[in-house]
Structure formats: C-alpha cells, structure tokens
C-alpha cells in the first residue's frame, strides 16, 4: 500500500505542470474589491473577475507573472500597463505579445480593464457628471487595484518598484496616474497616448472631440459626463491633465513612444489604410509633443522616441513595450526619489509625499501648486489661504521660526512641531515660507 501511495504522489508530481500558476493560491477579496472568479487563460497568466461600488459592473484583472513565480519566495516589482480604447486586458496578452516580451525578467505585470466588456472605456477618472451611474475608475485603478495586488501578490509595493505605462487612452490613463499620484510610481511611459488633453489649445480642442465622441458613440453616454465641459469646467480639466501637472512628474522616469500616423515598416495594407487609426495616431502624435515641449519647458529629463513613420496599432505598441522593457528594469535597479517637492493640484485638500495642504475656499476646484517644499520651507501658489502639513521632519514639541513673505509683506510665527514631528503652517495665499 505505502508503495502504491509513493508511485501516486510521483506520478503526479511528473504530470503536474511546471510553473502552472494555479499552484499559488487564489486572490482573495480586500481594499474595495470582491473576487468573483478566477481562471488561468495561459501560462503565467492569472484572470480575476472582480466587482467594487466604484464601478457599474464586474470587470478583470489579468496579471502575467515571472517565470518560477510560483516556485519561488522572491518579490518582485510590478509593471501596470493599460490598454486602449475599446480594448481589454487580454489585448497586451495577446497583440501586444507581452508574455514573449517579459520572458526571463523579473516582473509582474498587472492588467486591469479600464472599460465595460470593450467599449469606449472610462478614461481613468472618476467622471464629472456620471447621471447616477457608478462610473469611478481612478478610484478603481490607483486606490483598489494597486493595494489589492500588493495584498495578493508577492510585490515590492513601494515606489521605488513600482511603474505605469498604457497605449492610447491607456497612454492618458498611465500619464494622468502618474502626475497626481507621483509618490506611488517611479516610472511612467505612454506609447502612441495622449499624455497631453488641456493645456496647449489645439490639443485640447482634439482631445475634447475624442473624449466626448468616445462616451457618445461608444458608450452610449452623454456629453461632458466624463471632465465637464472644457469651456465652464475648465479648472477640472486643469486637475486631470498631466501637461498642466508637469511639475508633478519631477524626479520620475517618463518615457514616451510616438508616430504620425503615416504607415511605417510594421503596417500591413490593412493598418496602413486605416483611416481611423493614422487620425487618432497624428492626434495622439500631437499630444505627445505638446508634453513633451511643457516636460523641456519645466527643465524635466524625460526619454521621447518620435519614430515618425507608424500607425496607431498593435506591431508599433508590442515594439514600444520591449524597448522600455530593459529601460524599465535598469530604473528598478537605480531608483531616486525627490528630496524637494512640488505638487499642484485643484482638489480642496490633498496630500502627496507625507506634505499635507488643505485650501480655504468655497470654490470647490482651482489650481493651487506646492512648490520646492523641504525641511527649509517651501512656496505655496494660490488665491486662497491654506493649512499646509509638513512630513514628520522635526524632532516632537522643538519649535521653529516660520517666516511667511506674501508680497511686500513678511510675518514670523513660531510653530511646534506635534507628537509625531509636523508643523502645521497656515499660510495666507501666494507666498514663501522659510523654516529655520
């Protein structure tokens, strides 16, 4: 009997596959999110239906894992790569040939889907106006989807090895991710996206006409439902837009890949005549630049192949996503972080690398910017009075001289610092504030 026992347990082991991601457990619900199914759609590949109150319906969660993962105790950094416009998870998977791509790297990639069963997708925000219907996906994306892999999945979950990228809207959506949460990621990449949606004028009228057509015509949706309308809500525009939340992006790897739309050496006939796609590629392409001009501008390095000849398509985006592979890996290995901040936003309060600013105004958006915030102080730009919050800088109960210049005027406050060793500064608008 023990014989026959022993012949059982090596007869399966031999036929049990090796690598089968099944043999790791299975995701679990948390952080928001309710595991309704998961499956194993390849090798390496791991697809949870989840559902959450931020969104209408369940959606998908494929991640692609190392190879050894699951014979293995190691950690390892994570990559979330988005997909585009009516697209899903299983594109990257699949066109975007991106199992092949991470073959033999130490990474995990994170899939989650950005739309409703391949529509026009939600763009990444939590919409201005979603007439009842639950349509939250920054929320989705960047406060459930993050936390819930790192509690699933044997991540490194700091900054330091974590990185976004996306194709398209994905681009935006990757872009946008970045520039309002910069203490979350270290890299960020776009390839044929539109990084760009409000600040440079003519882009914004093209970003506009995509964004409302792709709610009207593709969701079925109403106007302005996503942003607002760019002409009255122009402020929401402002917060949601990487190219005016450049600053943000100080210190972070940002790399992009972009074309013009005229058919390249990876085009077939088809692609090459594609109408729709060399369009949205030469809109995408402006987009591109326009960042790019306001990343040189702010004086931030930043990584820009304009390949000029290519479609919006497939071939070009596989081929974007195994050039910032390597790039991406040689950034795990040598991160920085930034010992000065500076952080713009509209919302009334936010909070960003341990700084705290709560604004004082009715209006409930406008843009505001910290700016050069270390223990030596930091500017503060705005019409309205504000609390900001330092980090825990200062040893508990020492006080410190605060010197608020506002215009022509200067005043010394003496501030504590609390239990946990924050100065709390109010400050009066538009100003400059030195600690010593």
Do not use: C
Request: net charge negative.
């Amino acid at each position: 009997m023990r014989r026959l026992l022993v012949v059982a347990l090596v007869s399966i082991a031999l036929v049990a596959p090796a690598g089968s991601a099944s043999a790791e457990p299975a995701p679990v619900s948390g952080h928001g999110l309710t595991v309704v199914d998961t499956t194993h759609p390849g090798d390496r590949i791991v697809e949870t239906t989840v559902s959450t109150d931020a969104l209408q319906q369940p959606v998908h969660i494929r991640v692609v894992l190392p190879e050894g993962y699951d014979a293995s105790t190691e950690r390892y950094p994570v990559l979330y790569l988005y997909h585009g416009t009516s697209g899903r998870p299983s594109d990257w998977t699949g066109a975007g040939d991106a199992v092949r791509t991470t073959a033999g790297r130490d990474v995990i990639l994170v899939l989650p889907e950005a739309g409703y069963d391949g529509n026009g997708g939600g763009w990444f925000v939590d919409w201005w106006n979603p007439a009842g219907a639950r349509q939250q996906w920054e929320t989705f994306e960047v406060d459930q989807v993050i936390p819930w892999i790192d509690a699933n999945y044997r991540t490194v979950a700091d900054r330091d090895h974590r990185a976004i990228a996306g194709l398209s809207q994905g681009g935006f959506g990757a872009m946008h991710a970045a520039a309002r949460h910069p203490e979350l990621f270290t890299s960020v990449a776009t390839f044929s996206g539109a990084p760009e949606i409000y600040r440079d004028p003519v882009v914004r009228a093209g970003a506009s006409f995509v964004i409302e057509g792709t709610n009207v015509a593709l969701n079925g949706g109403q106007p302005f439902q996503m942003f607002g309308d760019p002409l009255t809500n122009g402020a929401h525009w402002q917060g949601h837009d990487p190219g005016t939340l450049v600053e943000n992006l100080r210190g972070m790897d940002v790399e992009m890949w972009t074309a013009t739309g005229l058919p390249g050496q990876l085009d077939t006939l088809q692609s090459g005549l594609s109408i729709s796609g060399n369009v949205i590629e030469t809109l995408t392409h402006l987009s591109t630049l326009a960042f790019h001009r306001h990343l040189d501008q702010a004086g931030i390095a930043h990584h820009l192949d304009n390949y000029v000849f290519g479609t919006h398509s497939f071939p070009y985006w596989a081929q974007d996503l195994r050039e910032y592979l390597p790039r991406l890996m040689d950034r795990f290995a040598h991160p920085s972080t930034p010992t000065v901040i500076t952080y713009a936003s509209t919302a009334k309060a936010y909070a960003q690398w341990d700084w705290g600013v709560a604004v004082h105004r009715i209006t409930a958006e406008r843009l505001t910017t910290l700016a050069k915030a270390s223990a030596a102080g930091f500017s503060f730009t705005g019409a309205d009075a504000a609390t900001v919050v330092t980090p825990p800088l200062f040893p508990p109960g020492t006080t410190r001289s605060v010197r608020i210049k506002r215009n022509l005027a200067t005043s010394t406050v003496i501030a504590t610092a609390d239990a946990t060793g924050r100065l709390k500064i109010e400050v009066p608008g538009t100003s400059n504030v030195t600690i010593s």
